[in-house]
């Protein structure tokens, strides 16, 4: 993290406010524990803000000028107002019949796919395949190497799937993925033994920037105390990520597991 | 590095304030910070001795680390006990609010007071009340006053560097 990039985007503000995101805390956290110029900022935000505070505490808060929605609404008499809210409530309660119509239509979609499937009728050709070429999977020939093979049988099956498993931050290491772009897919590996406390898990994979990239929720460890998740390799491109892994609790709550942080690099 | 008193030392000094806000705005100001900042430290240089951190340039990840993973432990006693006050427990003889603390809130508040007061522009101090202490959003604010993110972004650096400035003269005269 550098430093043109915490002033620019006032990183030590957010930091201070609780509004960063969790990995661009962690990441942060991580670069200003050595950082004295950091820490000057963030003492002399900290500083401010408490003496602000401390000012208008004791004070009145300063009337601030009303703008925005409030602003535009006051340039119109009582019944335009009411006319005006009302329309924008009718607006917003339409939207969600919006949404869940076109989610209704997409799965009838999806549910008549199935049924043709089913049913053993041929499927339409693939539009990324020229003209009537078969899509039934076929067997890789003796000199074909499945991992490599094109084409929908590739879907099925992978040989020598990588497996990465990662270690969380109570270790010194960080976690390298080493991805090769040949293959399809990998998957990582989390070692959660001690912590079989809690019922299912949640995962959520957040690129440096804060970016979610993937998510997953109600995951159960398996025999091994470890959870397994196979990703798409076009999933994560080059970079540093943060997985965090919270638990959820007997009692209905959700608590923070581990953090593991990779970097993923590719290899052609 | 090992048994190395001089530099133990020296590692505290370097990690102790950043170790500090990160332990400090984790549990928001329970006095359970001080203990949570001792023990990372204890364990820190416990790991080295044994000679379990063999890269240096780690060093600052293995401190974020162990700190981090204090507070969520902390935080799962408090959970898994609610109906105990951990922080009574670990600190019976906490004060409250005590004098020292009232008369520099007085002074701060006198500073800031000072340093609104020199600042000319209206709009200047209405950035800092609304993102500060309203804790609206920078881009909100920008859209409202008709600033660009650097111009915001000056303002908030002249006002940290004034009451900098203030607050230096004051310890001075102290």
């Not at chain 1, 990995?23 to 002399?44: N, P, T, V, Y």
């Not at chain 2, 505290?12 to 928001?28: H, K, L, P, T």
């Not at chain 2, 008369?103 to 609104?116: G, I, N, W």
Request: overall charge neutral.
């Amino acid at each position: 993290m550098d430093h043109s990039y915490v002033e620019d985007n006032n990183v030590a503000e957010l930091y201070l406010m609780g509004k960063l995101s969790e990995s661009d805390r962690a990441g942060f956290e991580m670069h200003f524990i050595d950082c004295e110029r950091c820490i000057a900022l963030l003492d002399e935000t900290q500083n401010l803000r408490e003496g602000l505070a401390a000012h208008w505490k004791a004070g009145k808060e300063p009337e601030l000028p009303v703008r925005g929605v409030v602003a535009w609404l006051g340039r119109f008499g009582p019944w335009q107002q009411t006319g005006l809210i009302a329309a924008a409530a009718i607006l917003l309660l339409s939207l969600p019949a919006i949404f869940f119509f076109s989610e209704i239509r997409g799965l009838r979609r999806e549910l008549a796919e199935l049924g043709t499937r089913k049913n053993g009728q041929p499927q339409p050709p693939s539009p990324s395949l020229p003209g009537n070429q078969n899509v039934t999977p076929a067997p890789p020939s003796p000199d074909q190497n499945p991992a490599r093979a094109t084409g929908p049988a590739s879907d099925l099956a992978q040989v020598n799937i990588p497996i990465f498993t990662l270690s969380s931050v109570r270790s010194d290491t960080l976690n390298e993925v080493k991805l090769d772009r040949t293959q399809k897919r990998f998957v990582v590996s989390l070692d959660i033994e001690g912590s079989a406390d809690y019922i299912r898990y949640r995962v959520k994979i957040a690129a440096a920037s804060g970016r979610n990239v993937w998510q997953g929720s109600n995951l159960r460890r398996n025999q091994y105390d470890a959870l397994t998740i196979g990703f798409s390799s076009d999933l994560l491109k080059p970079g540093r990520y943060t997985l965090e892994l919270d638990g959820y609790t007997k009692a209905g709550g959700i608590e923070r597991v581990a953090i593991y942080p990779f970097r993923v690099v590719t290899t052609d | 590095m090992a048994g190395d008193r001089c530099a133990e030392e020296s590692l505290v000094q370097r990690y102790q304030r950043g170790v500090s806000i990160i332990v400090g705005q984790a549990v928001r100001g329970r006095p359970i910070a001080d203990d949570i900042c001792q023990d990372t430290f204890r364990i820190t240089l416990q790991k080295i001795r044994q000679g379990d951190i063999r890269e240096p340039d780690r060093l600052s990840a293995f401190i974020w680390s162990v700190a981090r993973n204090l507070v969520t432990d902390y935080f799962r006693k408090v959970n898994a006990h609610p109906d105990v006050d951990l922080d009574t427990v670990y600190h019976l003889s906490d004060p409250a609010v005590g004098p020292e603390e009232e008369l520099l809130k007085k002074e701060q508040a006198e500073l800031a007071r000072r340093l609104l007061a020199e600042m000319k522009s209206e709009r200047d101090r209405e950035v800092l009340y609304r993102f500060y202490i309203a804790e609206d959003d920078k881009k909100r604010i920008c859209h409202d006053l008709g600033l660009t993110s650097l111009q915001f972004n000056l303002v908030l650096f002249r006002a940290r560097a004034h009451y900098r400035k203030l607050f230096e003269q004051r310890a001075g005269r102290g």
